[in-house]
């Protein structure tokens, strides 16, 4: 299985900390990546997205429902009830734009990516690949939400 270099992690977490910090106002500190098998609880929202052009793979941001409903209250400016159908919309747009961002922040050193549209998963579920190892990225706000940004890509 292929390793990512790591010189490919830091356009995530420049696009991620701009996007969180301008689309939420919070400001996110970034922990140690390390690499992870891509299994996650039954009270998480995921959000998937796939990297196709000169790289390709998947990137999952990965929320605990209670911190998805913060951000999504925050996006939103007002105190949602529920992750309901609305908060689920607003992290999923949260998620596109951050992507949408790391491929302008590599268009910026001459690789070109794509980006697919957002998938929506809930509940206990599992993702293996066996071309990339999954790298998550935790950021970390207000000392103990985290939302983490796994990342298996492989550059052609």
Same mark, same amino acid.
């Given at each position: ?37 891509? %299994? +996650?609880?039954? !009270?998480?929202?995921? &959000? ?8 390709? #793979?998947? /990137?999952?941001? $990965? ?41 302008? %922040? +590599?268009?910026? !050193?001459?690789?070109? &990516? ?8 809930? #509940?206990? /579920?599992?993702? $293996? ?28």
């Amino acid at each position: 299985m292929a390793g990512i270099n790591v010189e490919y992690i830091n356009p995530f977490l420049v696009a991620a900390s701009k996007v969180l910090k301008d689309m939420v106002f919070i400001d996110v500190k970034v922990g140690k990546p390390y690499t992870k098998e891509a %299994v +996650f609880g039954d !009270k998480s929202l995921l &959000i998937m997205l796939g990297v196709t052009g000169e790289m390709t #793979g998947q /990137v999952i941001l $990965t929320f605990d429902n209670d911190v998805a409903l913060d951000v999504a209250s925050k996006m939103c400016m007002m105190q949602l009830p529920a992750l309901d159908e609305l908060a689920e919309s607003a992290i999923s747009e949260l998620c596109n734009m951050i992507l949408g961002n790391t491929a302008t %922040v +590599f268009s910026t !050193k001459g690789i070109a &990516i794509d980006i697919t549209p957002p998938t929506i998963c809930k #509940g206990t /579920v599992m993702f $293996t690949n066996n071309y990339a190892a999954n790298i998550c990225i935790p950021l970390i706000y207000e000392d103990d939400k985290k939302i983490e940004i796994n990342v298996a890509i492989k550059e052609h």
